[in-house]
């Protein structure tokens, strides 16, 4: 390493006078020595950084609304474990192994995580095969929620279901393992980046194919042979098949997994077994992988059951919902009916534009409105045949307690109603409290309204450039933050709803799989808008309003009545839940005074514990304990009185000799010393601001409630800050009341290996305050070349690659933030004083930024 190199040459320059032999070679020994622990002090220092900021983007992933896999949690997970198992380790070896203790302690919690972090094992125990007749709710985990619905419809509802049968996950389970899928599966899942469409694309193709090719069971072909020959002997001749997934974990939890599996239809009896394996494949569809990545779904979490059911010869066919979703959220309560000729898949699919019935949800239902898709054209459901679908859709809200999304046909023959699939609804969330306000409101004068009508399928208003997508190619160059426009509300496009900010199309309604997706995404939609991809293609920036029916040319932010926070996609599910139960072992802090008895290894309970207890520990065997190199060569820095700094001299950084135990500043020779000294000291602080009483409540609620913050009362430590220097590098560790922070800077000959890094952390207001101080100051810093990161409150900055005077600048403009930066976290939720404190901050960098650097005036502070 080219430092080590450097401190090399520090210290075994020669002396101005020649020592006596035994004092040169106990002088040697223990520059030796000090070489050592420095070296490992910094690789300690390196590792605790490396912990908190894994530890502090856990908690971000946690608190956001960013998806991320099982990868991520893996990964994670060995960066922070790690860079925990280097601290443990340097802090031993400092210590000559004086905390063995702590390593038993380490093991047993990465023991724990690494349980957590084990796959789940699906028992494939239980029949392969499940009459439908058979089929109740109890046996969900081995038929998904789809079938286990409704079985259990046609045995206590007393509803018509079609005949046939489920393919269980016991049978899904030992294709897998009959053919080495799962682990091989995995590995390719795990290698791919799940943000790159590019490569999901790449991954979707060569999964489906390893599961198409793979043979079957022998047990299992059997078992779907003789089922489908049983359907045949009760239906006679002309029996065809309707084969849909029914994967576990569709519909719980919020999860919808509208459209995401195959589904397929009119499949003739003998083509069952390949056409299974197809419905098996389409887990490995772009749409579903993509789906599960977002909504924190792992691939193991949700294996396949496949329901084989009898082909409805349907005259009518669509979906109910036993509540508005849309018209819910704004407290109007009704029956929606979607309706088409023929089976329901065109409603779902939103290829077409349906027929529309709406009821009012009283005994019996009346109709309310009547929009037939074609005005010419009779609607393909009598009033009269509708009412009953209404009544069917409220008799199964009662039976399950809840509203329901019911897909339903009508049969050609006798014009029985049967139920193909009832499922919990999700209602609409349009992110304003006064969406029904805007729907009634005129829109303000001046605005250009690009297209008008259609269907609002998910409230709320979004803004961005218009994409217009024709084809699955088009995904790839989809930008961020985009309006969608399509021809066809295919389930497909749901790939891309994450990155949104809204959704177009020109065909479809309510009932859609899509308009599903789009209002569990809570994003803005309006769908049979005509002639959508005509009239806004190279429209530019426009506002798509769903609350008004309208899309306007350009930005309009005066329409948001109050911007919706993202929902958190991934909170609850199992990806979360793992993330959630790890972060439980790594991000919590139970060891707060480093002065009690419970300051110990065995009572270590999470990673952070380590890093606190190895951190504390390692500064007291530097500067410290008997031994420490501070209490041997470690200075007290006086400049006019003394202060509460401690400097270490590797060599080159004092400008002779000091004997005594305290320092000059004006005996400092190390110039990034003096350069982050300057900058403390370039403007006077005029001292904590005088928070609101928001702020001061929070700094109080916190103190006292937040077992995580320390107290900044005096101990041994408390008040320590400690400089190790060089002529040409410094590292400072400070505490300045509630936060913490470490600059390092390198600036010599070779502009290469010139640095100065800013790590910052803490604060005594709530959490909010503290991040936004972190934000403040980040974009402070970038101002001046810094590269900057934030991870919840706390902030790592470096600029790197600059001359030595360049560097000395930059170093010098974080001594004035170490010092200006005290304690405004309880100002930075009042808006206003917030903004004047970022311009003063910024006004007094950019003037210093202009000063030449003095390097040596004898400076108080």
């Avoid at 340097?90 to 000559?96: I, P, Q, T």
């Avoid at 490569?199 to 072909?221: D, I, K, T």
């Avoid at 803005?524 to 899309?551: H, K, Q, W, Y």
Wanted: glycine share 8%.
């Amino acid at each position: 390493m080219a430092l080590l190199k450097l401190l090399r040459r520090w210290l075994d320059r020669g002396k101005a006078s020649a020592p006596a032999p035994a004092e040169q070679a106990r002088e040697e020994e223990f520059k030796k020595r000090l070489r050592e622990r420095c070296a490992r002090f910094r690789r300690l220092l390196s590792a605790n950084k490396s912990a908190l900021e894994a530890m502090s983007d856990v908690e971000e992933r946690l608190a956001g609304a960013k998806p991320f896999g099982m990868d991520y949690v893996r990964a994670a997970s060995t960066r922070t474990v790690t860079a925990v198992f280097r601290m443990v380790r340097e802090l031993n070896a400092l210590s000559d192994n004086g905390y063995a203790a702590l390593q038993e302690a380490f093991e047993r919690i990465r023991g724990d995580m690494e349980r957590l972090l084990a796959l789940p094992e699906h028992a494939a125990r239980g029949p392969l095969i499940l009459p439908l007749t058979d089929v109740r709710l109890a046996d969900l985990p081995q038929v998904g929620g789809k079938m286990a619905n409704l079985g259990e419809l046609a045995a206590n509802a007393g509803l018509d279901v079609p005949d046939g049968f489920v393919v269980t996950v016991a049978a899904y389970c030992r294709f897998m393992e009959y053919n080495g899928l799962r682990g091989e599966l995995e590995r390719r899942i795990q290698a791919t980046d799940m943000r790159s469409l590019d490569e999901v694309f790449s991954l979707s193709a060569a999964l489906q194919q390893c599961v198409l090719s793979a043979p079957l069971p022998p047990e299992l072909e059997s078992a779907i042979t003789e089922a489908v020959a049983a359907m045949r002997e009760r239906a006679g001749d002309g029996l065809l098949l309707a084969l849909r997934s029914s994967a576990v974990g569709e519909d719980a939890l919020g999860v919808t997994f509208a459209g995401q599996y195959r589904s397929e239809l009119n499949v003739p009896p003998e083509e069952a077994r390949e056409v299974w394996k197809e419905i098996v494949a389409s887990k490995y569809a772009v749409t579903a992988m993509s789906y599960r990545y977002q909504r924190g779904i792992p691939d193991d979490a949700a294996p396949m059951s496949v329901g084989v059911l009898a082909m409805v010869r349907a005259r009518a066919g669509g979906v109910a919902y036993s509540r508005d979703p849309v018209a819910a959220s704004r407290g109007r309560e009704r029956v929606l009916l979607n309706a088409v000729p023929g089976l329901p898949q065109a409603v779902v699919d939103g290829a077409v534009t349906p027929d529309v019935f709406v009821f009012s949800r009283e005994n019996p239902p009346r109709l309310l409105e009547r929009n037939p898709a074609d005005a010419t054209a009779a609607p393909s459901l009598t009033d009269t045949q509708a009412a009953e679908l209404a009544r069917v859709a409220l008799a199964l809200e009662e039976y399950y307690n809840e509203p329901q999304d019911v897909e339903w046909a009508l049969e050609a023959g006798d014009g029985r109603i049967m139920v193909l699939q009832s499922r919990p609804l999700r209602e609409a969330h349009d992110g304003s409290d006064r969406a029904e306000e805007a729907q009634a409101s005129e829109l303000p004068a001046g605005l250009t309204v690009l297209a008008g009508g259609g269907v609002p399928v998910s409230p709320g208003v979004g803004m961005g450039p218009v994409f217009v997508a024709r084809k699955e190619a088009d995904m790839l160059s989809f930008p961020e933050g985009g309006v969608l426009v399509v021809e066809r509300a295919y389930p497909r496009w749901a790939t891309l709803l994450s990155r949104a900010s809204g959704l177009v199309s020109e065909t479809g309604g309510m009932a859609g799989h899509l308009a599903s997706v789009a209002r569990e995404y809570r994003l803005p939609a309006i769908f049979s808008l005509p002639d959508a991809c005509r009239l806004l293609e190279n429209a530019g920036d426009v506002t798509l309003d769903a609350n008004r029916n309208v899309i306007l040319a350009g930005r309009q932010p005066r329409l948001v009545t109050r911007m919706a926070s993202p929902p958190n996609l991934m909170a609850g599910s199992p990806v979360y839940l793992r993330l959630e139960a790890l972060a439980r072992l790594m991000t919590p802090l139970h060891l707060l005074e480093p002065d009690a008895p419970e300051f110990a290894p065995q009572y270590c309970r999470s990673l952070h514990d380590i890093t606190r207890f190895c951190h504390e520990k390692a500064v007291r065997l530097m500067f410290e304990d008997d031994a420490g190199i501070g209490r041997r060569i470690g200075k007290q820095l006086k400049a006019g009185v003394k202060l509460q700094y401690w400097v270490v001299d590797m060599g080159g950084g004092f400008t002779r000799p000091v004997s005594g135990p305290v320092v000059e500043l004006s005996e400092i020779a190390s110039a990034p010393m003096l350069a982050l000294w300057e900058g403390m000291v370039a403007v006077p602080w005029a001292g904590p601001p005088g928070s609101g009483a928001a702020g001061f409540m929070s700094l109080v609620f916190e103190s006292a409630m937040n077992p995580e913050l320390e107290s900044a009362a005096p101990t041994a430590m408390a008040e320590r800050n400690f400089f190790i220097i060089g002529d040409r590098y410094m590292i400072l560790q400070a505490r300045y009341g509630y936060h913490f922070c470490t600059v390092e800077c390198l600036a010599g000959e070779d502009s290469h290996e010139n640095f100065v890094n800013f790590q910052f952390k803490g604060g005594a207001a709530d959490r909010e305050r503290r991040r936004l101080r972190a934000q403040m100051l980040a974009s402070l810093l970038e101002g001046h070349a810094f590269r900057a990161d934030v991870k919840d409150d706390s902030l790592f900055a470096v600029a790197e690659g600059f001359s030595a005077a360049e560097t000395l600048l930059k170093t010098r403009l974080l001594g004035y933030l170490l010092i200006h930066s005290r304690q405004v976290d309880t100002i930075m939720r009042e808006s206003a004083r917030a903004e004047a404190l970022r311009l003063k901050l910024a006004e007094d960098m950019k003037a210093l930024a202009g000063r030449p650097l003095k390097l040596g005036a004898n400076s108080s502070h």
